[in-house]
């Protein structure tokens, strides 16, 4: 872990946060992000320790809280992150505590935009699943990075991600809260597919946050896919595209989650 670091990068945008140490509050944020310091998802991110370890700050742990981000570590074992200015802040059911008006001011002090979802747990549960739907293909083809261009592997994702909607539903999600964020997966697949093949391979930002992803080992995906796979199985819902991609996440020596 030693020989791992943080660099900027010229590829992304202006309006996007490089990690970096001149801001204290941003990495703080991105490392939140890292750890999925939520309580909806069961497991920390695969690399959060090694997140947390190389850029030596003490991280931020809140319940309510999602940093927009995006990165990977390289094969030549660099991190290379990036935070958009905007910050998901949600409530459980109950108003937020002084604590975390608190932690809201302290983002908007360090130049982020505060986006509030007052359904958080639903918003959760539906970044979990659109997540699973992305990465059940990305293993498939070896990793995630293999999906930019690809508007046929895309559609493959996109279905993958529509079949768990009805596991939103079970959940007790109320997809009518959750429309904007769910629309890449109920619009015709003959329109979105090829536009994120378009978008993943010719635009700077969203191309190299794939290209970041290229670990063929890397474990969240998989855990990501047997969570959710796990979740629709105690429930009765029929994912067959997430089902048919376990043999790319299954334990090793035992062929399912």
Known sequence: MGNRRVVTSDHWIPKVWIIESRSMV??????????????APK???HRCREAANTIAVPTIVIETECSQAGGGFGADGVLLGALLPSVVFGTLGQPPTDRERAVRQ????????IKERPDFRGWLWAHFVSDAGLFSQGLRLGSLSKLAGSTRDFREALLAGRELL????????????HRAGLLLFRAPT????????????????IR??????????AEEPREV???TLAEARRLGIAVPRLEAAEPYFAREGTGRV
Do not use: K
């Not at 302290?106 to 935009?113: I, P, V, W």
């Not at 009805?166 to 809260?177: K, S």
């Not at 003959?190 to 930002?205: D, E, I, M, Q, R």
């Open 26 to 39: 941003a990495i703080e944020a991105y490392i939140a992000y890292m750890t999925r310091a939520v309580r």
């Open 43 to 45: 497991r920390p991110h």
């Open 106 to 113: 302290a983002f908007r002090e360090a130049g982020l935009r």
């Open 166 to 177: 009805p596991l939103l539903q079970a959940r007790g999600v109320d997809l009518r809260r």
């Open 190 to 205: 003959w329109l979105t597919a090829p536009a994120l093949a378009w978008l993943t391979a010719h635009v700077t930002p």
């Open 208 to 217: 190299v946050n794939f290209a970041t992803h290229s670990d063929p080992d």
């Open 225 to 227: 896919c047997r969570d």
